[in-house]
């Protein structure tokens, strides 16, 4: 079965990590973020929101 969107595999040490979690968001979807990393859609939203402070 292939699918038309591709999905970024991101490594357990890292899934903790906001700025991944926002990268993640971009590719794909707050909402797909949100599941992938076992996080509200609403932290993801803010963390987006709040970006450039997160990378700084």
């Not at 993640?24 to 949100?34: E, I, L, R, T």
């Amino acid at each position: 079965m292939s699918s038309d969107s591709e999905i970024d595999v991101v490594g357990v040490e890292e899934e903790q990590n906001p700025t991944t979690i926002i990268g993640f968001a971009k590719k794909n979807s707050n909402h797909a973020a949100a599941r992938r990393f076992g996080v509200s859609r609403s932290s993801v939203i803010d963390w987006r929101a709040q970006e450039g402070k997160l990378r700084e």
